[in-house]
């Protein structure tokens, strides 16, 4: 039984770097890939050991045909699928492609960088470009639309235990699914709303981060329809590391959504919630000035299982 995960439990950290990327077929490919599950864990050491004050580190995660491609000879984790988008008849969670993804964090973006080029060398020809975002911490922890983004968030031992698959599936012990939307804001109508607009939006105050009051915040605001519950009424919650970029001159203002959860049905549950609605209508007011423009669920094996993937 596998037990060591990989660090699906950090804090979203000063700089992120998120890479999808696609792998081709063909001869030698999946070796490379191999090599890399094999190797990761040694670059990262060796970048912590050179940079012990930096909190460097990586998450390596598969999507769902990849896993078949790759390790036909492993089973398969219980949720691991293609990402089934959700449609309301508002918005829609949209379904892109990924076959592996890497989530490095770290105090500065050139240790981000330089984990980012050895894995880029390592699988160089064996893999192509599908998305790349280059994030980092705002303000206080603010998402790039202005409010305290992680609040809420599983603490302490909690965070193991929303995050880490356990007893879910004994063979992936120490796995974790990791949920990824690339977000973009409409800044201009967003700022167009008053400041009370948007804390209503949102379901907490601004400028110093409070919750609303039960009868004050609205059944649509973002906190409201993402907080749930299991039938015995005990909360569920996933454990995210979001992050905000930007390319100004492009008028591109983002949030890279990341959620990593033992139990996808959570994070899926989230977002039904917020597209569909729960009642149905009752969606999101935060998507009304942020769309979906990616949508893709991985798999993050426990360290030790990448390790053995790579033999
Ligand atoms: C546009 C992208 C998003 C932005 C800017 C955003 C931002 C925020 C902010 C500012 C909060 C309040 C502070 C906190 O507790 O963290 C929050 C709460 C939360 N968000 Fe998001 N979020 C986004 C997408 C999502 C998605 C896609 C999910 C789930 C799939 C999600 C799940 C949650 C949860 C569970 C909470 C805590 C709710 C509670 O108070 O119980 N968020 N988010």
């Given at each position: 039984?596998?037990?060591?995960?990989?660090?699906?439990?950090?804090?979203?950290?000063?700089?992120?770097?998120?890479?999808?990327?696609?792998?081709?077929?063909?001869?030698?490919?999946?070796?490379?890939?191999?090599?890399?599950?094999?190797g990761l864990?040694?670059?990262?050491?060796?970048?912590?050991?050179?940079?012990?004050?930096?909190?460097?580190?990586?998450?390596?995660?598969?999507?769902?045909?990849?896993?078949?491609?790759?390790?036909?000879?492993?089973?398969?984790?219980?949720?691991?699928?293609?990402?089934?988008e959700i449609?309301?008849?508002?918005?829609?969670?949209?379904?892109?492609?990924?076959?592996?993804?890497?989530?490095?964090?770290?105090?500065?973006?050139?240790?981000?960088?330089?984990?980012?080029?050895?894995?880029?060398?390592?699988?160089?020809?064996?893999?192509?470009?599908?998305?790349?975002?280059?994030?980092?911490?705002?303000?206080?922890?603010?998402?790039?639309?202005?409010?305290?983004?992680?609040?809420?968030?599983?603490e302490n031992?909690?965070?193991?235990?929303?995050?880490?698959?356990?007893?879910?599936?004994?063979?992936?012990?120490?796995?974790?699914?990791?949920?990824?939307?690339?977000?973009?804001?409409?800044?201009?109508?967003?700022?167009?709303?008053?400041?009370?607009?948007?804390?209503?939006?949102?379901?907490?105050?601004?400028?110093?981060?409070?919750?609303?009051?039960?009868?004050?915040?609205?059944?649509?605001?973002?906190?409201?329809?993402?907080?749930?519950?299991?039938?015995?009424?005990?909360?569920?919650?996933?454990?995210?590391?979001?992050?905000?970029?930007?390319?100004?001159?492009?008028?591109?203002?983002?949030?890279?959504?990341?959620?990593?959860?033992?139990?996808?049905?959570?994070?899926?549950?989230?977002?039904?919630?917020?597209?569909?609605?729960?009642?149905?209508?009752?969606?999101?007011?935060?998507?009304?000035?942020?769309?979906?423009?990616?949508?893709?669920?991985?798999?993050?094996?426990?360290?030790?299982?990448?390790?053995?993937?790579?033999?």
């Open positions: 039984m596998k037990m060591f995960p990989q660090d699906v439990t950090q804090t979203p950290g000063e700089y992120a770097m998120f890479m999808v990327l696609g792998v081709h077929d063909g001869s030698g490919v999946f070796e490379k890939v191999k090599n890399l599950c094999g864990a040694a670059i990262v050491r060796s970048m912590r050991n050179r940079f012990p004050d930096l909190e460097i580190s990586c998450v390596m995660g598969f999507g769902s045909d990849a896993w078949g491609k790759l390790f036909p000879e492993q089973p398969r984790p219980k949720e691991l699928a293609v990402f089934q449609r309301g008849d508002k918005h829609t969670a949209v379904s892109t492609p990924g076959d592996l993804f890497f989530h490095i964090r770290a105090k500065r973006m050139d240790a981000c960088y330089e984990v980012a080029a050895m894995i880029s060398d390592a699988l160089n020809g064996a893999t192509s470009h599908i998305d790349e975002v280059h994030g980092f911490r705002y303000l206080d922890s603010r998402a790039i639309i202005g409010f305290v983004d992680g609040t809420e968030n599983p031992d909690d965070r193991r235990a929303f995050a880490v698959i356990e007893n879910e599936d004994a063979y992936f012990t120490g796995g974790s699914y990791a949920f990824v939307q690339k977000y973009l804001h409409d800044m201009q109508a967003w700022n167009a709303l008053s400041t009370e607009e948007q804390e209503q939006a949102i379901g907490r105050r601004k400028y110093n981060d409070l919750e609303l009051g039960d009868g004050v915040k609205p059944k649509n605001a973002h906190n409201a329809v993402t907080n749930i519950a299991d039938a015995d009424g005990n909360e569920l919650k996933i454990v995210r590391a979001n992050m905000a970029f930007a390319n100004p001159s492009k008028g591109e203002f983002g949030t890279y959504f990341i959620g990593y959860a033992a139990t996808f049905s959570t994070t899926r549950k989230m977002l039904e919630n917020m597209f569909i609605g729960e009642p149905a209508g009752n969606t999101d007011r935060l998507l009304d000035f942020s769309t979906a423009v990616t949508g893709t669920l991985f798999f993050v094996p426990a360290s030790d299982l990448l390790e053995e993937l790579g033999e």
